[in-house]
């Protein structure tokens, strides 16, 4: 949005956004539900109605965590895990890219050319998902050097194509 339509919309209040435009105006708005949150909490405690907590001398004392007592949901639920296919993440990012080409939106610095190599951008774009690291990822995947995957991320990986792929894929 234009600088000015932003001025103009503000001083309108047509903004339309979901918070306040102004962080003093935000910040009192979620004070006071947390004051609100907290009386609700101080309340439940004063007559002892705390679900799974408690307020003594000591301080609080919050119950751990159950395991789920309804076998029958633990069941349905291994079942319904055991009939999914399995697949490598490898194969879903292959299978995402043969749908909607988004890897050809990784266009090269320089030239703006798509990846020759689309595993190898998916396997950099996946370290960099995964936080891996390229090193790592290129010791795990035993498929591209480190130096290989540098080269990719280097020249295809960067803000403006992530948001084209993203894009892409909405």
Not at 9 to 38: H, I, K, M, N, Y
Not at 47 to 73: D, F, H, Q, Y
Not at 160 to 166: D, K, W
Request: hydrophobic share 40%.
């Amino acid at each position: 949005m234009p600088p000015e339509a932003f001025v103009a919309r503000r001083q309108e209040s047509e903004l339309g956004l979901a918070v306040p435009d102004c962080f003093g105006d935000r910040r009192t708005e979620r004070t006071v539900l947390l004051e609100a949150r907290l009386n609700e909490i101080d309340t439940l405690a004063s007559a002892g109605k705390l679900v799974e907590a408690a307020i003594t001398a000591e301080g609080l004392s919050i119950s751990p965590i159950r395991k789920n007592e309804n076998e029958e949901v633990d069941d349905v639920a291994r079942r319904l895990y055991s009939m999914l296919p399995r697949l490598r993440i490898t194969e879903l990012l292959a299978e995402v890219n043969g749908w909607t080409r988004c890897a050809g939106r990784f266009g090269h610095l320089r030239t703006g050319a798509p990846p020759d190599e689309s595993i190898g951008l998916m396997t950099a774009l996946l370290a960099d998902a995964t936080n891996l690291g390229l090193a790592r990822m290129a010791r795990s995947s035993k498929i591209f050097s480190h130096s290989r995957l540098l080269w990719i991320a280097e020249w295809h990986v960067r803000d403006e194509t992530y948001q084209a792929a993203l894009a892409c894929l909405t």
